[in-house]
């Protein structure tokens, strides 16, 4: 129960990881998908940043160098949500939904 006038406060969600180990044994790619039920963005008590219900898709891709550049690891992160239902007006979606995030990151960890 949400401590404002009682109200219960829902959200359902479903998420899920998957990681394969490729042909090249350094390679590791992760696969994710979220499904978030979320309440109304009009029930402002209940859904308080107006963000409407969305699924997730997550691909990490990996590579880890060995040898020389041991500990240098290069990973590409896409993050794609997308919208459940379409939305009344463009601030329910703008920065919230229907976006694709790509990011490549090089980590570099010292040794052991």
């Known amino acids: 129960m949400n401590a ?3 109200q219960a406060s829902y ?3 479903v998420h899920s990881i998957i990681r394969f180990g490729c042909i090249i044994k350094f390679l590791l790619l992760t696969l ?3 499904y978030y039920n979320l309440p109304s963005v009009t029930e402002y008590r209940l859904n308080k940043y107006e963000l409407p219900s969305y699924y997730q898709f997550n691909i990490d ?3 880890k160098f060995e040898g020389y550049f041991e500990g240098l690891e290069m990973q590409c992160l ?3 949500k997308e919208s459940t239902a ?3 007006g463009e601030k329910y979606i703008f920065n919230k939904n229907n976006l694709t995030n790509y990011n490549f990151v090089i980590n570099y960890h010292f040794g052991k």
């Open 78 to 80: 896409i993050v794609r």
């Open 4 to 6: 404002m006038k009682g």
């Open 86 to 88: 379409h939305q009344e």
């Open 32 to 34: 994710g998908y979220g």
């Open 61 to 63: 891709i990996r590579y």
């Open 11 to 13: 959200m359902h969600l």
